[in-house]
């Protein structure tokens, strides 16, 4: 079973910035591809990026251009960094990554006050 540990999630003001941190209990270059979803109350949940192991992102549309998904390869993390945060950003951020089958971490909450 792999561990998906995230951090870093918090409250912001509009326009402000968060970074996420994702550390998997196994090497990350084992995944064929993971990423970060979210979701907020209410809704279902969704895609916010993803990162396959040749290290191509792709984003959804609602957050191109504000926010950055990528690898560090030492300290075996995955993160997100969030720019130009929005009111409607506010969700749990979730962690996945793709072995097989997938994996969940925990999620962190992701607050943006107006």
């Known amino acids: 079973q792999v561990q998906l540990v995230e951090s870093g999630g918090g409250l912001v003001q509009t326009g402000g910035s968060l970074s996420l941190s994702c550390e998997p209990s196994?090497?990350?270059?084992?995944?064929?591809?993971m990423g970060w979803y979210r979701q907020a109350p209410g809704n279902q949940r969704e895609v916010v990026a993803t990162?396959?192991?040749?290290?191509?992102?792709v984003y959804a549309d609602a957050v191109k251009g504000r926010f950055t998904i990528s690898r560090n390869n030492a300290k075996n993390t995955l993160h997100l960094q969030m720019n130009s945060l929005k009111p409607e950003d506010t969700a749990v951020y979730f962690c996945?990554?793709?072995?097989?089958?997938?994996?969940w971490g925990q999620g962190t909450q992701v607050t943006v006050s107006s």
């Open positions: 996945y990554a793709y072995s097989r089958m997938g994996n």
């Open positions: 196994r090497n990350i270059y084992s995944f064929d591809h």
């Open positions: 990162l396959t192991a040749s290290g191509l992102p």
